[in-house]
């Protein structure tokens, strides 16, 4: 089945430098890649996601970018902020019917430093 | 609409007891997946149901038993809790289409066996 290994665990940036987050995938077949974005004590709510099709999607401050041969994603958060302070989790998924199973990374807990 | 909504919030069970857990979805998503989060390990998949009267085992679930005998909602069962089921428990759901593949959580379920 797929792995997915996300990396650090921890980070710690100054308000207004930009953060990265980094996640490797084993399953050649899967093709949507979500992050989730989970405050203290709160539920995973999806941020941004990206389709195999598609090498880099932004969203504001936030873009992902996919590198299919090497089988890795990466979260960008420029100019960060306080509210940006949260866990992020990274997936992958094959995306379709009957393969609709996420497989989560371990998470980074992102602290914004004012 | 109320998204998926998961109760209770909070239980403390004494090992050995059972309980059981519902999680509640009014999206009319056929896919439902319940996921246990532990520090350092992140979502790991327990229990999940492709469409009403579906259940399939996860990557960690042995001491769990589930049933969906409703399209909305999704029961976790604890027949006899023990210790290493500490955890927040969280319940997700999903729209059966083809790269498609969001997943909607509800709030929680911190589990406390003692």
């Known amino acids: 089945g797929e792995n997915v290994e996300q990396h650090p665990s921890t980070l710690s940036v100054q308000e207004g430098d930009s953060a990265v987050i980094k996640c490797t995938y084993s399953d050649s077949a899967s093709n949507y890649f979500p992050w989730y974005k989970q405050e203290l004590g709160k539920r995973p709510q999806l941020i941004i996601d990206i389709r195999s099709n598609v090498g880099e999607k932004k969203d504001q401050r936030i873009a992902v970018t996919l590198n299919k041969t090497a089988k890795h994603f990466s979260l960008h958060i420029t100019e960060t902020q306080p509210e940006d302070s949260a866990v992020y989790v990274c997936a992958a998924s094959r995306g379709n019917f009957g393969n609709e199973k996420l497989t989560f990374g371990t998470g980074t807990r992102l602290t914004i430093i004012p | ?114």
């Open chain 2, 1 to 114: 609409n109320a998204g998926v909504t998961q109760t209770p919030k909070f239980r403390v069970l004494k090992t050995g007891q059972s309980m059981t857990l519902l999680c509640a979805q009014d999206m009319n998503h056929e896919y439902m997946y319940w996921y246990r989060q532990d520090p350092g390990m992140g979502l790991r998949l327990i229990h999940y149901s492709v469409g009403e009267g579906t259940t399939a085992k996860g990557e960690v679930p042995d001491g769990y038993n589930v049933s969906r005998l409703k399209k909305q909602n999704f029961l976790l069962g604890l027949e006899s809790a023990a210790p290493s089921q500490t955890s927040v428990y969280f319940c997700a759901s999903t729209l059966q289409a083809p790269l498609n593949t969001e997943a909607f959580f509800g709030q929680g379920t911190r589990l406390t066996v003692v």
